[in-house]
């Protein structure tokens, strides 16, 4: 891991551990990580099986009503909050999988990754990063986006 990549880590966790966190701000940091040019925060709405958006970066304006809100076990957000572990896609665009939801090949992007928030179990969101290539995660970088991702629900929760 680079120095960059690693001052930028410590700026995630400092901006998501700051009284108001800036989301859409740490949302760009957590793209910029991992070289991606897009991504999405949604934070699981209580009392629901709905994850609501909460930040997008890259996502055209046209997709943005189809990601407001996405239900448990849809697409590759839902889909890694149902199974509570990362989801990945080497090639979104070429993907007949089924996990991938139609609407989301509209975004160009190739290599998907979307990871749930958890904590101690529990749901709390998830959060994606996408690049307009192909592109196969490391277990690594998988195991960043869930430490990430529990540093999140942390701050949600308090």
Not at 51 to 69: A, H, M, R, Y
Not at 79 to 104: F, H, W
Not at 143 to 154: L, P, Q, R, S, Y
């Amino acid at each position: 891991m680079s120095l960059t990549n690693t001052a930028l880590l410590e700026e995630i966790h400092n901006d998501i551990n700051d009284d108001n966190p800036n989301w859409d701000k740490i949302l760009k940091d957590i793209i910029s990580y991992f070289d991606c040019s897009t991504g999405t925060l949604h934070f699981l709405e209580e009392g629901s099986d709905l994850l609501k958006l909460k930040s997008q970066v890259g996502i055209p304006p046209f997709l943005i009503p189809k990601l407001e809100t996405i239900p448990i076990g849809k697409g590759m957000a839902g889909i890694a909050a149902e199974r509570k572990q990362p989801v990945e896609m080497c090639n979104l665009q070429t993907d007949n999988s089924g996990v991938a939801r139609p609407a989301a090949k509209e975004t160009k992007v190739e290599g998907s990754l979307a990871a749930p928030l958890l904590l101690n179990g529990n749901l709390y969101g998830t959060v994606g990063v996408a690049k307009p290539t192909s592109y196969d995660f490391t277990e690594d970088e998988k195991n960043a986006i869930m430490a990430i991702g529990e540093v999140i629900c942390k701050k949600i929760v308090e």
